[in-house]
């Protein structure tokens, strides 16, 4: 009878623990959900931004082309990583503004490729690139996605020692990325170069 006694009392606490480490779990899960946003831009271009980078809507205008701008900023483990969501509006077509933006490429890049993506249905381009740093060297990726007149661009950078990190944030928010909308044309790629070194 003792020896059930104790049999009882161990099962209530063992599944006392159970109940309390899935609660805590589950917590756990809710919390990092909430402090990652999802950004919603012109209801056509969704974005998933992790809990460990901060974003900030800013006021950046050049001309009018840059209709929207979120400035972005790693922390913990993202700490390194600096960079920028944008949409464009574009009045001409994005072959002229292609050729103009290669015209304007500084001697300090190198290693310039770029490679089309699709992800999610999405087809755009990735342009990946180094730029020459008097204490380091910085890595960047963009990926760039055109529907009707708009250009969606996320562009991130880090110094060149910390690109893996940079790959693994860049991956994590790419996958995220969904358009919604008409498909491109044909679904035809989209180039795109860099528009601001």
Same mark, same amino acid.
């Given at each position: 009878m003792i020896k059930f006694k104790h049999q009882k009392k161990f099962f209530i606490i063992f599944i006392s623990l159970v109940l309390f480490a899935v609660v805590t779990c589950g917590l756990i899960s809710i919390t990092k959900?909430?402090?990652?946003?999802?950004? %919603?831009? %012109? %209801?056509?271009?969704?974005?998933? /931004?992790?809990?460990?980078? %901060?974003?900030?809507?800013?006021?950046?205008? /050049?001309?009018?082309?840059?209709?929207?701008?979120?400035?972005?900023?790693?922390?913990?483990?993202?700490?390194? /990583?600096?960079?920028?969501?944008?949409?464009w509006q574009l009045t001409y077509p994005i072959e002229d503004y292609i050729k103009q933006s290669e015209s304007n490429i500084s001697a300090a890049v190198y290693d310039y490729e770029k490679k089309p993506v699709l992800q999610n249905g999405s087809t755009g381009f990735e342009i990946n690139f180094k730029i020459k740093g008097d204490k380091f060297d910085t890595q960047v990726i963009q990926t760039l996605w055109q529907k009707g007149n708009s250009m969606y661009i996320l562009s991130l950078s880090s110094p060149l020692r910390d690109s893996n990190i940079l790959k693994k944030a860049n991956n994590e928010l790419i996958n995220s990325v969904t358009l919604t909308g008409e498909s491109l044309p044909s679904g035809k790629l989209t180039e795109y170069c860099i528009h601001c070194i």
């Open positions: 959900a909430e402090q990652s946003a999802l950004l %919603n831009l %012109n %209801n056509v271009f969704t974005i998933k /931004i992790p809990e460990n980078i %901060n974003y900030k809507k800013e006021n950046y205008v /050049i001309g009018n082309e840059i209709t929207q701008h979120f400035a972005l900023s790693g922390k913990d483990e993202y700490s390194k /990583i600096s960079g920028y969501i944008q949409v």
